[in-house]
């Protein structure tokens, strides 16, 4: 839908609360699965409560320290060192099960990912050293994955599907488009996603109030309308059905994402269906090259 329409899409602050400047969660209409916080700190303190919830808490940029507590244990502290930008390379992670109350502090921002759950699970720490540089795609579709909350590197989590994906300028991801709306077991599995970007003109530059990319949504049935919109630093999509892609970063400036994934089923999976109508894209693209470029945070 059209920015207008805040089901769908939010600009920068929109779904500001206390201390964090976004805040996805169960109070958006018709949004369940799936939640996110963003938060701007400068030594201020930033509180999570326990429940029956699961989280990943990701560094974007800067360091932090986490004292958390699960049930019947007593606190434990853990530093996260994180990273210069986004654009710098993969970062260290904390993910905590449902039931465990933490208190994060630090210097810089920070992503707090989460869904609903009432299965519980020790809390794991995860070095950036143990998370894999994926580099997907060939020639302009070229792209770098980091994909330390998905299932491989993350069994513990009951629900959480998280992952970054680094664009750079020109190019495009999340292409050829893809669904995840409708329960096909094998063939496509029902999952809510989150995209919240940044972007920024080189590896070195903090978030850029300038830089843009492109990010685009249309039906896969009758009754939704598109999204078509630039995009910018702490802007976040909320997609819930149809299909999503491109998110092209715009020439001359990275584009970076953060997904967010988590759906009703049982089978913690990411199974998609991409448009037929562009399936071709994939085969046409095979004889071109990786993009030189990747990983960004080499360079």
Request: glycine letters at 10%.
């Amino acid at each position: 839908m059209t920015s207008s329409t805040p089901e769908w899409f939010h600009r920068k602050g929109d779904l500001a609360s206390g201390p964090w400047e976004t805040v996805i969660d169960d109070s958006l209409e018709s949004w369940e699965h799936t939640g996110l916080r963003v938060a701007d700190l400068d030594g201020e303190t930033a509180e999570l409560p326990a429940g029956d919830i699961e989280r990943i808490i990701v560094p974007l940029a800067g360091s932090f320290s986490v004292t958390y507590t699960e049930p019947d244990a007593a606190a434990v502290t853990q530093e996260l060192a994180g990273r210069a930008t986004v654009f710098s390379g993969p970062t260290d992670v904390l993910f905590l099960g449902a039931g465990t109350a933490a208190t994060l502090t630090g210097n810089g921002r920070v992503a707090v990912t989460e869904a609903p759950t009432e299965q519980r699970a020790a809390a794991r720490y995860v070095p950036a050293s143990d998370t894999e540089i994926e580099l997907r795609g060939n020639g302009v579709t070229s792209r770098e994955v980091h994909s330390f909350g998905m299932p491989a590197a993350l069994p513990e989590a009951a629900k959480l599907l998280v992952c970054e994906v680094i664009t750079p300028a020109g190019n495009w991801s999340s292409y050829p488009p893809h669904k995840h709306d409708t329960d096909r077991p094998g063939e496509e599995a029902i999952l809510e996603e989150i995209y919240y970007f940044e972007a920024a003109r080189d590896t070195e530059t903090p978030r850029d109030a300038d830089a843009i990319g492109l990010f685009h949504t249309y039906p896969g049935a009758e009754g939704d309308d598109p999204i078509d919109e630039v995009v910018r630093s702490g802007d976040v999509a909320t997609v819930a059905r149809g299909y999503h892609g491109p998110a092209a970063a715009a020439p001359g400036y990275h584009l970076y994402y953060l997904n967010v994934m988590a759906g009703p089923g049982t089978a913690r999976t990411w199974i998609v269906a991409n448009d037929p109508a562009h399936e071709w894209v994939r085969s046409d693209l095979e004889s071109q090259p990786l993009d030189s470029r990747l990983p960004l945070g080499k360079n």
